[in-house]
């Protein structure tokens, strides 16, 4: 069974260029997460959805992220425009969503994001 | 902000050592769960404690949980190159809080 797809793997951009970020969750799960990891330091939650609402999203700077998951399966994350500081590791996660925040989450392999 | 503080940052060992690396906390969770995770790769569960005292192994590794719930520890008996990676601990209560990690090296 294919696991938590992410992509792009790898991106580099300029600072003040829009990017964007696609996940996958395994087949079957409900919630879906992203968190951002930056050097040296454990995953942030960003964002967490249940089906296709956003539950959480207090984490999320709303000024330049958004994210979406429309019918309820894959999901993007957009930052626009992008600053230095948002240079990490962008992880997706995914659970069956039966049991709240004690479901296993799996993680994608994340993309990482430079910006120069 | 990490409100679960890891240490060492770094351990780097030989084959055969064993280690210990420590997550500690001033709140209380409802559980705590311990990933791995190797370069280039997301974060993958070992293990959930959920009781105050409570000991798990899972092969050569040992979880302790302590009784007050606020602290934990991971034990790696006779350390193998394939053990290398960055060790979580993320606390749960409506969601997943995580610590810095240690970055374990092992050398053959």
């Known amino acids: 069974e294919a696991g938590v797809v992410q992509s792009p793997r790898y991106k580099i951009i300029e600072k003040k260029q829009p990017v964007a970020f696609w996940c996958n969750p395994i087949s079957g799960h409900n919630t879906l997460y992203w968190y951002r990891q930056n050097l040296g330091q454990g995953p942030e939650l960003l964002i967490r959805y249940e089906n296709e609402e956003a539950v959480d999203d207090s984490q999320l700077p709303k000024d330049r992220f958004s994210a979406e998951r429309l019918k309820g399966v894959d999901s993007t994350l957009k930052i626009q425009p992008a600053e230095l500081g948002d240079s990490a590791v962008y992880l997706c996660a995914s659970s069956l969503g039966a049991s709240g925040a004690t479901d296993t989450q799996y993680f994608g392999p994340g993309t990482r994001l430079t910006v120069l | ?108």
Do not use: M
């Open chain 2, 1 to 108: 902000t990490q409100l679960l503080e890891q240490s060492p940052q770094f351990l780097s060992i030989q084959e055969g050592e064993n280690l210990t690396v420590y997550c500690n906390s001033s709140s209380v969770f409802s559980s705590l769960q311990w990933y791995r995770q190797e370069p280039g790769e997301g974060p993958v569960l070992l293990v959930t404690v959920v009781t105050g005292g409570e000991v798990k192994k899972l092969k050569r590794l040992t979880f302790q949980f302590g009784d007050a719930r606020k602290d934990s520890s991971l034990h790696i008996t006779a350390a193998q190159p394939g053990d290398t990676g960055l060790y979580l601990c993320a606390g749960v209560d409506y969601k997943l809080s995580f610590g810095a990690g240690t970055t374990v090296t092992v050398r053959a």
